[in-house]
């Protein structure tokens, strides 16, 4: 089996990576949690139940799609991507939701929370929960309810209630420490749907495998349509569940090259940017050990990005640890670019990502052009833009005014 | 194991607990509103009887504290209040003869940062007799108890009401100076009364356990400080000192302190 090698969490570690640093209040929600992961995951009916949700809500299988025309204009590899721009509510977060949902089902709570950034997890856990008939309350930072406000909307009409989040930057890390303090009042009959790979164990393997589902259609489909797996795989990379649900099940093909795409931002100054496994140092925050961007005493840095999914100081440990062994390779992509990546596939394919995919492709498009015709490039392209699109219009207004 | 006998945390319990006396344990956020108010204050109290104390050591994503700790951190790690400079300040007390026990309370985010051989014994050297580390539960304090040991410093661990009861056993036996039981569920803040499973549990937990146990989270009053203090061996105030410590910030040191110490002098009385 190719995904053995990805499941191995020893412990909740990957490598010297993950672990569970959280107050001992959530201790025994965790040790339930990952009892009950285990069994639902042993269990034919879960499963079954599982691969039904995701074919009947999500829409899954999503597409992987040819992209002649973005070919053609790089004129290197062969461009292809998976459309999890496609899945109902715009993006690869409703393969986690669903699961985690189901497992909230199954331990019998009515009540989930979140954290969300760019307003995808949020939407995601919204519409599961409205799906399954659970109370749900979504945290949110104040500077991402502005830039996402769409995303708020369908959240509260799906019945979600978002709770703004006033402290720190008011962005996504804020909104997971909100989360967290609710979670440890509220144990006892509410499950914390985490959106990444991210937070103390079990949360980073069980949300790689409620996202795997992405790695093994893609594989699948790559041998039906090429007879074989792609030479490079592209993903975005904030805390790493889109990048980690199509690089696991790939993990121990060789041959295929894996790269992970973080926040450029503005520049590479800390403070200005949200590359934690690029720029930071192993440190601990929110539940796990992993890279980090903080100060020298172990304070949080303050992360910028355009996208408010990639907003992030940390990133899940087991991305830490395939960065440590040389199995993937991360690289950053700048506001600027990712803008015009996102053009770019507008234009040659009519197709309008997510900020947070527009990385993935900025970073594609420049690996296809040094690759030969006859190689094959995958990106993952994990949301779609509309989301984004007042963002976009402010920024290509302003770059319009610097222009004349 | 190292003995601990020597450990000012220690010892101050096995004198309280020989004059059958129960201890206050005030919780102060180090560097608010700055650092030589926060060492004042300590003088303070232990002028005024306090034997032990706790100092929180400011951190950007405290995730167990409420509104009120956590706002103080973010004021404090404004004003430029560093956990080097935390260190200096406790130093600096210590080298004035300061002698009551002193717990940091600190994430292990720093400490792990720092490296937590170099952050343990800078806090035994500076002054610290115990270390409260809330965001490292048992499964994760292996490496760090033997290092805590070494240096003469108790880890103090904590139980929550959601421990399982063959747990709570497990964490009393690895805790050191003293046991610090959650009272409920949730994050550090001002609470009405205190939950009566509470009482019953440390006294179910004192059965299992010689390790003085201090009961904290919600406790902001003379009566529950007595109520507390029926069972256990102490009470930990935070939130509402820190409180008052927010709302009386911009009056002159020595007026900061008289208030801060007439409302811990207040909940001293009961254990008087």
């Not at chain 2, 050191?176 to 949730?186: E, H």
Request: overall charge negative; glycine content about 10%; proline content about 5%.
């Amino acid at each position: 089996m190719p995904e053995e090698k990805a499941s191995q969490a020893r412990g909740g570690y990957f490598g010297p990576y993950g672990g569970r640093f959280v107050p001992e209040t959530l201790m025994s929600a965790l040790a339930q949690l990952e009892r009950e992961y285990r069994a639902a995951m042993a269990d034919e009916g879960f499963r079954a139940e599982f691969e039904r949700c995701l074919r009947e809500i999500a829409g899954r299988p999503s597409e992987l799609y040819f992209a002649r025309r973005l070919t053609e204009h790089v004129g290197g590899a062969r461009i292809y991507l998976k459309r999890e721009d496609m899945n109902h509510t715009g993006a690869h977060k409703i393969n986690n939701t669903l699961g985690q949902a189901l497992l909230a089902l199954r331990m019998g709570k009515e009540r989930v929370i979140a954290e969300t950034g760019a307003g995808q997890h949020g939407v995601a856990t919204a519409m599961a929960a409205a799906v399954f008939g659970l109370r749900c309350e979504v945290y949110m930072g104040t500077e991402d309810i502005r830039r996402q406000a769409l995303n708020v909307f369908r959240m509260e009409l799906m019945g979600a209630r978002v709770v703004p989040v006033e402290s720190g930057q008011r962005t996504l890390k804020d909104a997971c420490n909100e989360a967290l303090r609710d979670w440890m009042a509220s144990v006892e009959h509410t499950h914390y749907i985490i959106g990444s790979v991210v937070g103390p164990a079990p949360y980073p393997e069980m949300v790689r495998e409620f996202q795997s589902c992405i790695g093994r259609e893609a594989r699948r489909q790559m041998l039906e349509a090429e007879g074989r797996l792609p030479d490079l795989i592209v993903a975005c990379v904030g805390g790493g569940s889109n990048a980690a649900g199509i690089f696991a099940p790939m993990i121990a093909d060789e041959q295929v090259r894996m790269v992970g795409v973080e926040a450029g931002g503005r520049s590479m100054k800390l403070g200005d940017h949200a590359a934690s496994l690029v720029a930071g140092e192993p440190g601990v925050l929110h539940g796990s050990l992993s890279y980090v961007l903080q100060d020298d005493e172990g304070q949080t840095a303050p992360v910028h990005s355009v996208s408010a999914g990639l907003d992030y100081p940390g990133v899940g440990p087991e991305h830490a640890y395939w960065k440590d062994i040389g199995r993937v390779t991360y690289t950053t992509c700048t506001d600027e670019q990712a803008i015009d990546a996102l053009c770019l596939l507008a234009r040659t394919e009519g197709i309008i990502p997510a900020l947070e995919s527009a990385h993935a492709v900025r970073e594609a498009v420049r690996l296809a052009a040094e690759m030969e015709p006859d190689q094959i490039v995958l990106i993952n392209l994990s949301g779609r833009g509309d989301k984004d699109c007042n963002e976009i219009a402010e920024i290509l207004k302003r770059r319009e005014t610097k222009e004349s | 194991m190292t003995d601990l006998s020597d450990n000012r945390l220690v010892k101050v319990f096995s004198e309280l607990r020989a004059a059958g006396k129960k201890a206050l344990v005030p919780f102060l956020t180090a560097g608010h509103p700055d650092l030589q108010t926060t060492e004042a204050i300590l003088i303070d109290l232990e002028r005024r009887g306090v034997r032990v104390a706790e100092l929180g050591i400011p951190f950007s994503d405290p995730i167990a504290d409420g509104p009120t700790i956590q706002a103080s951190y973010t004021e404090a790690l404004a004003a430029g209040v560093t956990s080097q400079a935390v260190l200096e300040m406790v130093r600096r007390w210590r080298a004035g003869g300061a002698g009551l026990a002193l717990v940091a309370m600190v994430s292990y985010s720093i400490v792990f940062r720092c490296r937590p051989e170099v952050y343990l014994r800078s806090a035994a050297d500076a002054g610290f007799d115990g270390l409260i580390i809330p965001d490292l539960p048992l499964e994760e304090a292996g490496n760090l108890e033997p290092l805590a040991a070494a240096d003469g410093l108790a880890n103090v661990m904590l139980i929550a009401p959601t421990t399982p009861p063959r747990r709570r056993v497990e964490i009393a036996r690895h805790s050191r100076g003293f046991i610090y039981f959650i009272s409920v569920a949730g994050i550090t803040g001002e609470r009405e009364r205190l939950p009566e499973d509470t009482i019953r549990a440390v006294g179910e937990l004192r059965r299992h356990t010689d390790t003085p146990v201090c009961v904290g989270f919600g406790i902001s009053n003379p009566q529950m400080v007595a109520a507390v203090c029926e069972v256990a061996d102490g009470a930990i105030v935070g939130s509402a000192i820190v409180r008052r410590i927010s709302q009386h910030k911009d009056l002159p040191t020595d007026q900061l302190v008289a208030k801060v110490g007439e409302f811990v002098g207040g909940l001293l009385e009961p254990i008087a």
